[in-house]
């Protein structure tokens, strides 16, 4: 029998639950019935001690590790991070909170809480292990995540020079458009239109049109016709 329980112990527990229930005796049957495999008894036990006594931290540990063994990851996350909200240092909570952010390859976090539950409890070398393998596991993870932002470029929202001129090049290449607007009432239609907007695309004949005299000179610029003679 688990925990060197008997079956008449484990009776008499269960009777002493039903008759004069306690916190103790609540968090002492459960971890037996959990140890037992009996998961859904453990955590209904659980469960009803909870909700009598709602802040019991050994009640709540129990409850964390019926969701662990259940692989109900989430919840069992939930219990222990509220036994560590109250007891920074209780090692149950620290070691499966550790255990349960390797499991679920979240490195930074197992790394933190692993290193808390060994400051507290350093002759554990199975969780010291786990520790180095959670370093190496986040250290290549942030290397790797370095390498990508360097690889990525930055988006250029300023790819071309703002120049009126620029804007001209660019208008000329359909990329940019000139709104024109003009002011205008027209009574005998019935209405009064104040202001209308129009999209025109520029085509001027050359790009050189939008350079001066003095820059055509200085970069010996001229006319390319395309058409033969």
Known sequence: MTDNVSVRELEKLESEWVSNPSSILCSRLAEILRQMGRLDESREVADTGLRRWKNNTSITVVLGKCY??????EKAMESFETVNSVQPQNLVALKNLAEIHFKKENWSEAVNFFEEYLF?????????????????WKNSSDQVSLETEED?????????PKTERMNK???????????????????????SMEEESYIVETSPDSLI????DEEK?????????SEEE
């Open 217 to 225: 000179q200085n970069l010996n610029l001229k006319p390319y016709d």
């Open 152 to 160: 990525v470029p930055e988006h250029d929202s300023d790819a071309f």
């Open 120 to 136: 507290e409890h350093p002759g554990d070398d199975e969780a010291r292990d786990k520790l180095e393998e959670a370093r190496s």
């Open 68 to 73: 662990r063994d259940l692989g109900l990851l």
């Open 169 to 191: 090049v660019l208008e000329s290449q359909g990329i940019l458009t000139k709104i024109f607007s003009e002011s205008e009432e027209t009574e005998s239609e019935g209405y």
């Open 209 to 212: 049109a939008f350079f001066s």
